[in-house]
Antibody, heavy 115, light 107 residues
């Protein structure tokens, strides 16, 4: 049973970069798509983007200019970087194994963008 | 982007009720639809994929149907642990998109 765990700072200053890492254990890291999804407090879900184990990526056009998702297969980790943050980026950030649908999720980490 | 519209947004119900939630897509997505359950402070849990296939470990009281643009999630007999928010999600076309959610609450 694959397990995912997000890690990273819970507070980011406006205009700075949000950086999160997802550690994957208990299953194969290769051949899968790995996604980031976020949820502002009290609101719905927004897909941010994915990285495939080959290194290919795709992003939500609404965030594409500010986001990079990368992977480190040697550590079974993938990462999110979101640049030029504002208060609107305050959300719980989830990582997930993406089969088109997100079959497995991390527990999520709240990131607050505030000075 | 493909828009998903869920109805109702709020559904008061009682234990033992049969509950139906609908999800309508803005264009044909074949059967590339998933359903999730989310409880407060928790990550969503996948219930259904491929519009009607039950995710491993999910009880058979959950059922999905539909294709094209109209889909439903049914809970055959609502139990206390089923009060939650339910989301649909399409994976026919990137970017992946979610419906706005349906809160199943105590009547």
């Amino acid at each position: 049973q694959v397990q995912l765990q997000e890690s990273g700072p819970g507070l980011v200053k406006p205009s700075e970069t949000l950086s999160l890492t997802c550690s994957v254990s208990g299953g194969s890291f290769t051949t899968w798509y790995w996604s980031w999804i976020r949820q502002p407090p009290g609101k719905g879900l927004e897909w941010i983007g994915y990285v495939h184990s080959s290194g290919s990526t795709d992003y939500n056009p609404s965030l594409k200019s500010r986001v990079i998702i990368s992977l480190d297969t040697s550590k079974s980790q993938f990462s999110l970087r979101l640049y030029s943050t504002t208060a609107a980026d305050t959300a719980v950030y989830f990582c997930a194994r993406d089969r088109g649908w997100a079959a497995e999720w991390g527990q999520g980490v709240l990131v607050t963008v505030s000075s | 982007d493909i828009q998903l519209t869920q109805s109702p947004s709020s559904l008061p119900a009682s234990v033992g009720d049969r509950v139906t939630i609908t999800c309508r897509a803005s264009q044909d997505i074949s059967n590339y639809l998933a359903w999730y359950q989310q409880k407060p402070g928790k990550a969503p849990r996948a219930l259904i994929y491929g519009a009607s296939s039950l995710q491993s470990g999910v009880p058979s009281k959950f059922g999905g149907s539909g294709s094209g643009t109209d889909f439903t999630l049914t809970i055959s007999s609502l139990q206390p642990e089923d009060f939650a928010i339910y989301y649909c999600q399409q994976y026919h076309t990137y970017p992946l998109t979610f419906g706005g959610g349906t809160r199943v609450e105590v009547k």
